[in-house]
């Protein structure tokens, strides 16, 4: 299922933009801020991302910077003024398209379907993830530890494929997080502590692939 990142910090406008996308049969995520915005991106891996202009601790500038220094993931902006969009076209923002509030929410619709045409349809990473010894089929929601299959919620699903899509890249806890699509419930960052074990009980012998990094998170060692 295809994945749009909205960030947006009105709760009502974001709330608007998910219900029509999922009428369309989009998965959502939801950020409220630039910081979480590129948690979310990190971790969901979305195949669009819907970028407001005017957000809390980065502004949409900033985060779509960050992200076109590392991908080409489709951006569609959202701004408050005509004159915006001639400022973000001068800035070379990058941006593939824009659309100025207030807008339709069918006429946002109609924009994602068509920057994912013109991007091929889906910047999404492919289903099923190998490293080492591990494989994650994202797909189907199954994985397997050399051949033998491990019985997981799925949340752990989700946790183990941020890992296993980067080898030996650290995730922070903030990121794990949002993998398990609990970040903005609330959810006490201990949570990803007890999945992590959780993991490693399942992971059996194996259990020393899943690695600590204190203070920071976890990461995925595989040979």
Do not use: C, Q
């Not at 630039?34 to 991302?49: D, V």
């Not at 202009?53 to 005509?82: F, H, N």
């Not at 990058?94 to 349809?121: C, F, H, I, N, T």
């Amino acid at each position: 299922m295809t994945t749009i990142l909205i960030v947006e910090d009105e709760t009502r406008l974001a709330e608007i933009l998910e219900e029509y996308l999922r009428r369309e049969g989009f998965h959502t995520e939801r950020a409220a801020s630039g910081p979480r915005a590129l948690e979310l991106w990190r971790a969901a891996r979305p195949a669009l991302m819907l970028l407001d202009l005017m957000l809390p601790g980065l502004d949409g500038l900033e985060v779509a910077r960050r992200v076109r220094a590392e991908s080409e993931l489709p951006i569609i902006m959202l701004t408050a003024r005509d004159e915006e969009v001639d400022r973000l076209v001068g800035l070379g923002i990058g941006a593939d398209d824009y659309v100025v509030k207030p807008y339709s929410p069918r006429e946002v619709v109609a924009r994602v379907k068509a920057v994912l045409r013109r991007a091929g349809g889906n910047a999404s990473p492919p289903p099923t993830l190998h490293a080492g010894p591990l494989r994650v089929d994202t797909a189907s929601y199954e994985a397997d530890l050399a051949g033998r299959p491990l019985d997981l919620t799925p949340g752990e699903v989700r946790l183990l494929a941020l890992l296993a899509r980067e080898p030996g890249v650290v995730r922070t806890r903030a990121e794990l997080l949002a993998a398990l699509g609990a970040l903005d419930r609330g959810t006490d960052e201990r949570t990803v502590d007890a999945h992590i074990k959780n993991l490693r009980r399942k992971f059996g012998a194996r259990g020393e692939l899943l690695d600590t990094v204190r203070g920071v998170g976890y990461r995925l060692k595989v040979s």
